[in-house]
């Protein structure tokens, strides 16, 4: 288990988990494309729901660099439903419900004290390896500006 | 994190003295509750420190949020093109909580813009751009939500008070002189 958050260079290790209540992503179905996964407390708390309604708007300049945004929190797929529902967001948000913040854990991401995952970010490129990470006090909204210099970097070293 | 990565240009919308020591700029959403909280502050600001300061606005509209706020954000801007554009910006914030389609159609007319020329940059490129560009060069700038205030480039503490974006002011007015 890692007590830190993954840092670059490392394989992001893949995962099944629910997106939908009937459909699961597995994160190398995803390859060929770069991913954003923004680990994330709780749905409706204040901070995270301003965090994800940024990243709902920022998509359309992810979506330059070829990258895709996915949420991740423990909160359950019923959840999620309601909760994108409500704040009209289009990206997936997935529920690191069962076996409880198994996900969270092996990125390093899981606050065992809180029973739910930190605030942390990470970029993963086309071959599955992350390229940026960054772990954020909970409190605090991250932006979404360290994730669009990574991947500008990661246009660049690409040339 | 914390610093604005497009300076201040003759594209953004600005108002106060011109060549003023302290350029405040906000990144603003017009149907955000807290932006429509700050709109008299920067009133009051521009009233007590008038040669001090010039003010830009700039959009951040979460439109998925806040449904008019994109739309809101286009009307200023294209009231901008016949000259209008703070006189919309405050009609905007001063009907905040009743915004809707047709509200930028009222406002426009009342305002006395041509409204051939209002509906036609209302939904153009150009006008759309300005809107997106401000939008993008606050991701940039580490913006999270709104509004977010910078002051000579730097990000402002604001904490829903006037207090603290006088504060903030008044810290940077005396290095100046």
């Avoid at chain 1, 004290?113 to 942390?120: F, P």
């Avoid at chain 2, 009051?44 to 806040?66: G, I």
């Amino acid at each position: 288990m890692a007590e830190t958050i993954l840092a670059k260079g490392t394989t992001a290790p893949d995962f099944e988990l629910y997106c939908t209540p009937d459909q699961r992503l597995k994160l190398r179905d995803l390859k060929g494309k770069r991913v954003i996964l923004a680990f994330y407390p709780a749905d409706w708390s204040p901070v995270c729901s301003d965090q994800m309604a940024l990243y709902n708007e920022a998509r359309k300049l992810f979506q330059q660099h070829n990258a895709e945004v996915i949420g991740i929190s423990v909160d359950s797929k019923w959840c999620h439903l309601a909760f994108e529902k409500d704040r009209h967001l289009h990206f997936p948000l997935l529920a690191d419900f069962e076996p409880k913040g198994e996900v969270s854990r092996l990125y390093g991401a899981y606050d065992e004290k809180e029973g739910q995952s930190k605030r942390a970010l990470f970029v993963i490129d086309e071959q599955g390896v992350i390229q940026w990470s960054y772990l954020s006090p909970d409190g605090i909204n991250p932006g979404a500006d360290g994730i669009l210099q990574a991947l500008e970097t990661m246009d660049n070293s690409q040339h | 994190m914390s610093a604005l990565k497009t300076p201040v240009s003759g594209k953004d919308q600005q108002t106060g003295h011109p060549g003023a020591p302290v350029t405040l700029v906000e990144y603003g959403d017009y149907q955000c509750r807290h932006c429509g909280i700050a709109y008299p502050f920067i009133k009051r600001l521009l009233a007590e420190k008038e040669k001090d300061l010039l003010f830009v606005f700039r959009n951040f509209p979460l439109q998925e949020a806040h449904p008019a706020a994109y739309m809101a954000a286009l009307a200023a801007e294209a009231a901008g093109r016949q000259g209008k554009f703070w006189l919309m910006h405050d009609m905007i914030f001063e009907h905040q909580d009743n915004l809707h389609g047709n509200s930028f159609i009222d406002f426009a007319a009342a305002l006395d813009l041509d409204m051939q020329q209002f509906a036609q940059d209302w939904r153009s490129e150009a006008v759309k751009q300005k809107v997106e560009a401000d939008f993008e060069s606050g991701i940039r700038s580490g913006v999270n939500g709104t509004p977010t205030f910078f002051l000579n480039g730097e990000k402002v503490s604001y904490d829903e008070t006037y207090e603290s974006l006088l504060q903030a002011v008044e810290a940077v007015i005396p290095q100046q002189r």
